[in-house]
């Protein structure tokens, strides 16, 4: 059966590590993805893929970030995030994720490739994807992330480099709070939920929790119960 190869020299594709989620300096509601070009390098012992100074940031939203932070640091989800409900569909359709590859950038958007392979008949499969749904799934089944050399060459920065405008911003070394990030995404979702419920009247009540015990998401059925017995 033939596969796609992966080798980054054959087919002018640069091999990428994720690095980090960070705040976006350009702007409050976004973030920056942090991907860490990797380059070959021979010792004794073999080939391996070594980080170099150079790197392509690209902006990406709340959920996205969250998303990629949750499979970065390894965190339980609830319910299934949209990359995890796209790995279960693969699964049943016996299709598997090779690779992800961002082959196409125009206006300051990158578009990315995702390649598969269909095990039932043998073909390989390429979807369109956004790069950050993209790399969360990558990052789940950890798959290799390519960019086509020609884009990460117009587009890189490098360590000792600094953004035009904004403050100063050294991605690779800055630090950032990965949980808090995700706790403070959940407290905000919380209270707006807790007033939502607040909200709505008994029967609506009523009916979201006998559709929520049917879905089985017991976590919304104890808010729910829970806006109910407030109530009396």
């Given amino acids: ?8 020299e054959q087919n002018g594709l640069i091999e ?10 350009q702007t409050t509601d976004a973030f920056s993805l942090i991907l860490r070009e990797l380059r070959e390098e021979q010792d004794e012992q073999g080939t ?3 980080p170099t100074n150079r790197y392509i940031s690209i902006i990406i939203g709340q959920s996205e970030a969250r998303a990629i932070l949750v499979e970065l640091n390894k965190l339980p989800t609830h319910r299934p995030l949209t990359h995890e409900l796209f790995h279960t569909l693969s699964l049943h359709t016996r299709c598997d994720l090779l690779m992800v590859n961002i082959i196409h950038y125009e206006n300051g958007v990158y578009y990315a490739d995702m390649v598969l392979i269909n095990h039932q008949n043998g073909k390989t499969i390429h979807i369109d994807a956004r790069p950050s749904d993209a790399i969360a799934l990558a990052l789940k ?10 884009i990460f060459e117009e587009n890189y920065q490098a360590d000792d480099e600094k953004p ?32 939502e419920l607040a909200e709505m009247s008994k029967e609506e009540l009523l009916e979201l929790l006998d ?3 049917d879905s089985e998401d017991y976590e919304l059925a104890e808010k729910i119960q829970q806006e109910l017995d407030k109530r009396g």
């Fill in 48 to 50: 391996h893929q070594v």
């Fill in 1 to 8: 059966m033939e596969t796609p190869n992966p080798n980054t």
């Fill in 141 to 150: 089944l950890g798959v290799m992330i390519h960019i086509r050399s020609d």
């Fill in 16 to 25: 990428l590590r994720v690095e980090d989620v960070l705040p976006s300096p």
């Fill in 211 to 213: 559709a929520a015990v």
């Fill in 164 to 195: 035009e405008e904004g403050p100063a911003f050294n991605a690779p070394m800055e630090v950032y709070d990965h949980e808090g990030l995700l706790e403070e995404e959940n407290e905000s979702r919380e209270a707006e939920f807790s007033i």
